[in-house]
């Protein structure tokens, strides 16, 4: 089965490229199949894993995630959510 996890975060207004370095800075515990990371406007970051699971339910797999990076940084709490490829 292969889940998709999406990570969403935004930057104080001026430090989007310093939230950007910042994901793409960070290292996971293994690799995933497949990652890549957006901007959009407003000092967003958005970044994208895919991972194949043998588990039964994969969306309650355990896989790892990006970290919330320093308050400062951040505008509010990172928003992320898992979905099951259906294709």
Do not use: C, K, N, Y
């Not at 960070?26 to 959009?40: D, I, K, S």
């Not at 895919?50 to 919330?68: F, R, S, V, Y």
């Amino acid at each position: 089965m292969r889940i998709t996890l999406m990570w969403e975060a935004r930057a104080v207004p001026g430090r989007g490229a310093e939230l950007l370095t910042w994901a793409r800075s960070q290292v996971l515990a293994r690799e995933p199949v497949r990652r890549e990371t957006f901007r959009a406007p407003q000092d967003r970051v958005l970044v994208m894993t895919w991972w194949d699971t043998a588990d039964a339910d994969g969306m309650a797999a355990e896989l790892p995630e990006l970290p919330e990076p320093d308050a400062e940084l951040i505008t509010r709490p990172v928003h992320r959510w898992r979905f099951e490829s259906v294709g």
